[in-house]
């Protein structure tokens, strides 16, 4: 089905929503700001952390990232459930595991049971996010409030990015960092004290029993292929590598055989003939691996490079805040007018801008950082608001929990695989030109040449010059990265202009029928 098709759909027999809906957009808007959030909270808590926990680099970065791949891995089985079970349901369910598990992490006493309880929150997580999502695709049936809506939703979303590394260096200022974490309390006491007055049940009819077989497929054809990226940034390419991403193909193409046969399928794979969500979807994987990533590297550079603390550091981030949030809300408006693949596009090249004010930066450079990083943030914004809409917009109302799912799948994947390849790459340009300090103890230059982290919890124990070499070879590995996602951020620029240029404005794409597609 088209996405047009999908669109003119659900216009038939359907009523605008009231007061009762936008009270329950609202409420939604809670979980999916705590969801944003706990992607990039970490970010300036992340050196308070390691200065308690004391983890290696490995375990650093399963820390920031496990949350965002086990959320990947189980979204599409979460959101076919939610279809099946209730939307509903699966919400409030989601919401008290989130809580429980995030006061086992702000409590955790080592690295692993911390990365164990990111994993934890990640299946959790995943059944917030296909549920809010697929509720706004049942409370808003008119075309025109369903685009508004799930442009608040992203902006929500993107909010919660946005705000993490600023919410996060206050709380580790006042309190400690596991207080990070908490925040998930009073939001779930909120959502539950509201969600049965508020939200609609939906359970999508005649949808048949879950097919553990195809939720088998689908964790070992994502989980794999996840692993073996993070296994290659951090390593270079192995044998083992090559043999999960081949087990993660296998079981992908398995997945999609199996789908086709299925009278239910846990995906509707018959999505992809729709040229704009396929695009969409490729879009928002590839702009969310280079935000991910640079968010990482720019909150580190502000903190390890520039000496600020976690409350500073998150006040500097404001800015790109501010250049996100604008483009979230801009971009649904302007593309009512304007075709959203051109936006999309300009907005990118706002973005390769910043990506080169990045890769020139150098130590003292924080302004010209945080600058680059907004206009970043601008394009963010953008993407996130017209092509999650893309995405939703072109499956019918029974599947909409399985479009959501694939949508955020692939924005938590991107993010994932950002901080991943980005923060591996800069690690490694760091450990080429870190410097070795002299006369030191074996210990101690080990420390030094495996992070600017560990070079800085040693500082007092080398020359001043070591630390301000490890800072420029820290800085050189952002260079790289900022140089490698403005590259990438470039070809997806041009991707939009050659795939999306036949969508129609917004308004029109909804009120006047098909297009081409």
């Not at 669109?7 to 939604?28: D, N, S, V």
């Not at 092509?387 to 399985?402: E, F």
Request: glycine residues 10%; proline residues 6%; contains cysteine.
């Amino acid at each position: 089905m088209t996405q047009p098709q999908a669109q003119t759909q659900t216009q038939t027999g359907t009523k605008r929503a009231g007061a009762r809906e936008w009270a329950g957009l609202a409420l939604l808007a809670l979980p999916t700001v705590l969801l944003g959030l706990d992607l990039t909270v970490l970010y300036l808590v992340l050196p308070s952390m390691a200065a308690d926990l004391d983890p290696s680099a490995t375990q650093t970065l399963w820390i920031m990232d496990s949350y965002g791949f086990f959320i990947a891995g189980l979204l599409i089985t979460m959101g076919t459930v939610g279809d099946r079970i209730g939307r509903r349901r699966l919400l409030m369910i989601g919401v008290v595991a989130f809580a429980g598990i995030s006061v086992l992490a702000a409590f955790a006493p080592s690295a692993d049971l911390l990365i164990l309880a990111r994993a934890l929150l990640g299946v959790a997580g995943a059944t917030l996010m296909p549920s809010t999502l697929s509720l706004i695709s049942n409370m808003f049936p008119d075309v025109r409030q369903r685009a508004l809506a799930i442009g608040v939703w992203a902006t929500m979303f993107a909010l919660g990015m946005a705000a993490g590394p600023v919410v996060g260096g206050a709380l580790v200022d006042r309190f400690w960092w596991g207080a990070a974490f908490l925040l998930a309390v009073p939001v779930a006491v909120l959502v539950l004290a509201g969600a049965r007055l508020l939200l609609p049940e939906y359970v999508a009819p005649h949808e048949g029993r879950l097919d553990l077989a195809s939720v088998v497929l689908s964790l070992a054809a994502i989980l794999p292929v996840v692993y073996a990226v993070k296994d290659m940034a951090a390593y270079g390419p192995t044998p083992l590598t090559a043999v999960l991403a081949a087990a993660g193909g296998a079981a992908g193409a398995g997945f999609v055989r199996r789908q086709r046969r299925l009278a239910s399928p846990l995906l509707d794979v018959t999505l992809f003939t729709d040229r704009a969500f396929s695009a969409a979807l490729a879009v928002l994987l590839i702009g969310l691996v280079g935000v991910g990533g640079t968010m990482y590297l720019v909150t580190q550079f502000l903190q390890l490079v520039e000496g600020l603390d976690p409350a500073t550091a998150g006040l500097w981030m404001g800015p790109p805040a501010l250049a996100m949030f604008a483009a979230a809300i801009g971009a649904p408006l302007l593309a009512g007018r304007v075709r959203p693949g051109l936006v999309m596009a300009v907005t990118l090249g706002i973005s390769v801008l910043g990506y080169a004010l990045l890769a020139t930066a150098g130590p003292g450079s924080r302004t010209s950082v945080v600058i680059g990083f907004a206009f970043v943030y601008l394009g963010l914004g953008a993407i996130a608001a017209l092509g999650t809409d893309m995405v939703v917009g072109a499956a019918p109302a029974t599947k909409s929990g399985s479009a959501a799912a694939l949508s955020e799948t692939v924005q938590e994947l991107g993010i994932a695989t950002g901080v991943a390849l980005l923060g591996s790459l800069t690690t490694t340009v760091y450990r080429s030109q870190a410097p070795t300090p002299p006369d030191a103890p074996p210990e101690i230059a080990d420390r030094v040449t495996d992070s600017l982290g560990g070079a800085l919890e040693v500082s007092e124990r080398v020359p001043p010059e070591t630390i301000r070499a490890a800072q420029e070879a820290f800085t050189t590995g952002v260079n790289v990265a900022a140089l490698v996602a403005g590259a990438a951020i470039a070809a997806v620029t041009v991707l939009c202009l050659l795939t999306l240029r036949h969508v129609r404005p917004l308004g029109q794409d909804r009120a006047e029928g098909p297009g081409p597609s």
